[in-house]
Every structure is written in structure tokens, then in C-alpha cells.
């Protein structure tokens, strides 16, 4: 069964850091494309970044670009979004989800973890 487990959310002030985690099991990820999405009350999900297990390509939106960098451990089969800089804005539930490399739709997802930033 596969599983994506997120830890790492809480309460921040603005201008603050988080490092959320994804903890992936179940399968083999390697030709896998892990990424974050977020979603805020009353808005739509939302992506945020995204990267390969290989680590040789990264994706992120503009609204985190700069501020917010993905990365994975395979040996750990995890999969980090450090945050930098947080504002108010960046306060939703991030979720970890997963897509085989050479399909579009991603068919894993986690709970979910809430992040707050504070002004």
C-alpha cells in the first residue's frame, strides 16, 4: 500500500522557516516525480514545486520561487520543502503527491500537513 506521510507543519511568524517532510512507502519511487501542492481556505490547490528523485530537475511556482526549495533523500525515501522567508500568504495545508515521470495526472497523495504564518 502505497503511503505519503507529511510532517514538519506548525505556526510560524512571518519571515520565519519551516521544513516540511514526505515520508514515501509502498513502491519503488525512482521514475516518479514527487511534488507539493498547497491549498488555502476558500481557494484552490495549488502547485508549488516539484522535483525528480534524481534531483537533476526542480519546478517551482513563481509565488515561492526564491524562497522555497525542494530536495530528496533517497535513501530515505523522502522528500523535504524548505521554506524561507514565509509570508502570511504561504499559510494553506501543503500536501505531497506523486506521478510516474511520464504521465501528468498525480495519483498519490498525503493528509496533509497545516502551516500558519502569522503577521
Known amino acids: 500500500q502505497v503511503q505519503l506521510v507529511e510532517s514538519g507543519g506548525g505556526l510560524v511568524q512571518a519571515g520565519g522557516s519551516l521544513r516540511l517532510s514526505c515520508a514515501a512507502s509502498g513502491r519503488t519511487f525512482s521514475n516518479y516525480v514527487m511534488a507539493w501542492f498547497r491549498q488555502a481556505p476558500g481557494k484552490e490547490r495549488e502547485f508549488v514545486a516539484a522535483?525528480?528523485?534524481?534531483?537533476?530537475?526542480?519546478y517551482y511556482s513563481d509565488s515561492v520561487k526564491g524562497r522555497f526549495t525542494i530536495s530528496g533523500d533517497n535513501a530515505k525515501n523522502t522528500v523535504y520543502l524548505q521554506m524561507n522567508s514565509l509570508k502570511p500568504e504561504d499559510t494553506a495545508v501543503y500536501y505531497c503527491?506523486?506521478?510516474?515521470?511520464?504521465?501528468?495526472?498525480?495519483?498519490?497523495w498525503g493528509q496533509g500537513t497545516q502551516v500558519t504564518v502569522s503577521s
Open positions: 503527491a506523486a506521478r510516474i515521470a511520464t504521465t501528468s495526472s498525480y495519483v498519490y
Open positions: 522535483t525528480t528523485w534524481s534531483g537533476g530537475s526542480t
